[in-house]
């Protein structure tokens, strides 16, 4: 499954092809987003935020475009006047002059002002993002110690969208083995070291990631900066302590630790 660093790497293709053009034809497969259909046209994309994996399309008359996908939707960018070779079903079409981009199998779709977005009952449910540049440790720090979070294991809060969107399976894994932490931790019984460290990597890592983890060495399991320290290396060797890598289930995936310097 995507995670945060992925889900925002597809929004920048998209963004990359359609950004601030004129939109010639919008068109969305549900009845009742058809009336939005010409409102659309002549107007630009100005921005595309991610809320974990959330999409929002942001338009120049202030209309956002609310798309999640779920387990097996998925975005495309074509040239304009391409007609692509697929059995999946579309839900949404952008097209531009040049660049189009296209929706399929998603079925959580919306069309919301302002004032909507700040109801919608994911967006109210999911918590900051990590790629959200404006999130600092301190903050994450104060999450962690609010009474919401604080007696949480880490094997479930990590993968909870209420308390950090864009944390998923691989980047719980990679957090907890940087700080030394095993899953069945929690906040309240952590040291201010421990804590800050922590603070720090649930940000560093995720952003790390995005920012590296498209250069890929088809060998290994990793980009070419950020790699997996013990993601999907059950039986390696540690390479901080040398102990042999250990793979288990927590909160229903697959998890990875070392058993040496994790506690």
């Not at 839900?91 to 700040?118: F, H, M, N």
């Not at 102990?243 to 995936?253: N, Q």
Request: charged share 25%; hydrophobic share 40%.
């Amino acid at each position: 499954m995507p995670e945060g660093p992925e889900i925002r790497r597809a929004a920048d293709k998209l963004e990359a092809a359609v950004l601030n053009k004129a939109l010639t034809e919008v068109w969305f497969a549900f009845p009742e987003l058809k009336p939005f259909e010409s409102m659309l046209i002549g107007e630009k994309v100005e921005r595309i935020e991610t809320r974990g994996k959330a999409l929002l399309t942001h338009f120049s008359n202030g209309k956002i475009l609310y798309s999640h996908n779920q387990l097996y939707g998925v975005w495309r960018v074509i040239d304009s006047g391409e007609i692509p070779q697929t059995t999946r079903v579309l839900r949404v079409k952008l097209q531009t002059a040049d660049k189009t981009i296209l929706l399929y199998s998603a079925s959580d779709i919306d069309i919301l002002d302002q004032e909507q977005l700040a109801e919608h009952p994911f967006l109210k449910r999911v918590g900051p993002d990590v790629l959200d540049m404006t999130l600092t440790a301190p903050q994450v720090k104060e999450r962690l110690l609010s009474a919401r979070f604080r007696n949480r294991q880490f094997s479930g809060l990590l993968l909870d969208q209420a308390f950090l969107a864009g944390v998923g399976n691989y980047l719980r894994v990679e957090i907890l083995w940087v700080v030394g932490l095993l899953g069945h931790r929690k906040a309240r019984d952590l040291t201010s070291d421990q804590l800050d460290k922590l603070s720090h990597a649930l940000l560093d890592i995720p952003r790390l990631s995005y920012n590296t983890r498209g250069h890929v060495d088809e060998n290994r399991h990793h980009g070419a900066i950020f790699s997996f320290r013990v993601f999907h290396r059950a039986g390696e060797k540690c390479e901080r302590c040398g102990s042999t890598i250990e793979k288990t289930m927590l909160s229903s995936r697959p998890f990875y630790w070392c058993p040496g310097c994790q506690h």
